[in-house]
């Protein structure tokens, strides 16, 4: 794993005079961003058991991580469920093999409500993304892409010596590139190194 500071020194050459603990939360910002919109940080696959009358799962994930995105849920091995936006959520309760799920606040609810007691029958794909407290991160990011999105806000900061409305716009640009070209190779099923990338033990 890598740490916040690893990623300090190429926004504190832009920004020599910018607190080190804003420069911290602007990478972790950066990092957080960056793995939320590009869905590259896959969690092994969560195997979840099912409670008769129970609806709604947490999704633990490791240490300083939370999933950002579920990719798909599969049921007692065989059976796909289907997302279902919140929009078009049933309001009515409905008991059997669930058939849809939905997912938010780190919580996975399906419906219907299952009405059996079987062991880790929801497997469970998702992506992460650190949480708002992490203080270590994959160190398979490359730091220059992480840096362009801390300077991309750190760099707008009007009264500060480091403001440089030019250069953040550079930043922003540079920064909204890398995450095109991951979306990108996510949404074709590339088979880049990138989507292959399982959450290792995570701490700190």
């Known amino acids: ?101 939905r997912y938010g606040h780190g919580i996975l609810e399906v419906h219907p409500v299952p009405t059996t007691d079987l062991e880790a029958t929801l497997e469970v794909s998702a992506a992460l993304t650190i949480d708002g407290s992490a203080r270590y991160v994959p160190d398979w990011l490359e730091q220059d892409v992480i840096a362009s999105g801390a300077l991309s806000r750190i760099l707008l900061q009007s009264g500060q010596p480091w403001f440089n409305a030019e250069m953040a716009l550079y930043h922003q640009k540079e920064f909204s590139k890398a995450i095109a070209e991951e979306r990108i190779k996510f949404l074709h099923g590339g088979t880049t190194g990138s989507l292959s990338i399982i959450a290792p033990p995570f701490g700190g």
């Open 1 to 101: 794993m890598a740490t916040l500071r690893d990623f300090s020194p190429l926004v504190t050459a832009q920004a020599a005079l910018c607190p080190m603990p804003f420069v911290l939360n602007s990478v972790r910002w950066a990092v957080k961003k960056f793995l939320e919109d590009t869905l590259i940080w896959r969690c092994p696959l969560i195997k979840l058991d099912v409670v008769s009358g129970k609806g709604r799962y947490p999704l633990v994930t490791p240490p300083h991580s939370e999933a950002c995105a579920v990719l798909g849920v599969r049921y007692n091995g065989n059976r796909n469920l289907h997302p279902m936006p919140g929009d078009f959520w049933p309001d009515f309760p409905a008991e059997g093999e669930p058939d849809s799920w």
